[in-house]
């Protein structure tokens, strides 16, 4: 075995001990030598390393056992931190986390379209990056989300230089879905085929296929939106069924400007206006989700939309589906889910793992499915 050979091994076996640590934590030595099918003196090596590197940390069982002290391992969160930021045509959502991927802080901003939109991320980022505490690793990494359609992926390139310029870290630049459903599959739906669907402005979609993310042709995101439903009127999804085609169609109809709030009122008081929206809503996006389940074969669909909120839609949207309403579910963090998956992959690159799905100890607050 050559020297080269000899190193491959030694990172995969230390990838596989941080994964199996951050999902079965609190955890020993000796489970992760059952888990990963490594012998106990290589995890304990590899393990020991990770200890004075500030990656892991250890503590004594509260569990009373005869003979020696059970020691159990976790990852020391404070040891580093990531930023995430979630871009929207008018506002710019920011969030702190640990190495756990835990919340630290959170902030919102109004975007300046007087300015660059380096010129409105790069002054909030170094806000908030100087409000944590000194750390082993300090900034890790740093993820934008995109909610916008990009014309070319040059957008996203100029952008995340000129981010990673000024912080000398990496800058991952996606589009929302595609950080959207890491996070869901890092919380909430621990699945290894899952596709999460957002449908707010435009409809795109993210893809983890055999547990790994999608990433490649990033505006390829925003396709699903694109697909033409009505071929003799050349009508998209985005404008059949998209949030802000439905309120529109309804205030067409009513004649004046209609809120998520005031549609809602409308339905509940059987309007035929709001019904036949709603109905529309649920046709077309029957359509697409059927077209993903073929395409894509996921165990799980995972939908982000205002109008799924309501239960009485989202189960006419799930119950349209048939034999196959078990794979469509909610989405569980929501407008939040971005920042969580601009979190976990920050965490992912620096940590050089491939999958980040974290135990249960360290989101005691996160509901999961």
């Known amino acids: 075995m050559v020297a080269g050979n000899k190193f491959l091994i030694r990172d995969i076996n230390t990838s596989n001990i941080i994964e199996t640590i951050i999902k079965e934590a609190p955890i020993s030595r000796a489970d992760i ?51 995430s930021l979630d871009v929207d045509l008018d506002i710019i959502k920011i969030m702190v986390s640990d190495l756990s991927g835990q919340k630290i802080l959170f902030g919102k901003k109004k975007v300046n379209n007087s300015s660059s939109l380096a010129s409105n991320i790069i002054p909030l980022i170094q806000e908030y990056n100087s409000k944590t505490e000194p750390s082993s690793f300090g900034l890790m990494g740093i993820s934008v989300a995109m909610r916008f359609p990009c014309r070319e992926n040059k957008e996203f390139q100029i952008l995340k230089e000129e981010v990673a310029s000024e912080f000398s870290v990496n800058v991952y630049v996606y589009d929302h879905s595609i950080f959207s459903v890491l996070g869901e599959n890092a919380y909430s739906a621990k699945s290894d085929n899952i596709v999460f669907v957002n449908n707010l402005n435009f409809i795109s979609m993210g893809f983890i296929n055999k547990g790994k993310l999608m990433t490649s042709q990033n505006c390829g995101a925003y396709l699903l939106g694109r697909t033409v439903i009505e071929s003799s009127a050349s009508k998209t999804l985005d404008s059949l069924a998209s949030l802000s085609s439905i309120l529109e169609y309804t205030a067409i109809k009513k004649g004046h400007t209609v809120t998520l709030a005031m549609f809602f009122d409308f339905l509940k008081s059987n309007d035929p206006v709001a019904e036949k929206a709603a109905s529309l809503f649920i046709k077309y996006m029957n359509i697409a989700l059927n077209n993903i389940m073929i395409f894509y074969s996921p165990d799980v669909i995972v939908i982000n939309c205002p109008l799924t909120s309501s239960d009485e839609i989202f189960l006419r949207l799930k119950n349209s589906l048939g034999k196959n309403k078990s794979v469509l579910y909610r989405s569980v963090l929501n407008e939040d889910a971005a920042l969580y998956g601009g979190s976990a992959y920050c965490i992912m690159k620096f940590l050089k793992i491939d999958t980040f799905k974290p135990a249960k100890c360290y989101f005691k607050n996160l509901t999961f499915i």
């Open 33 to 83: 030598s059952k888990k990963t099918n490594l012998t106990k003196a290589t995890v304990s090596t590899i393990v020991q390393n990770l200890i004075d590197a500030n990656i892991v940390d250890e503590t004594i069982s509260s569990e009373k056992t005869v003979g020696r002290k059970s020691f159990l391992l976790e990852l020391l969160p404070q040891s580093g931190h990531c930023i």
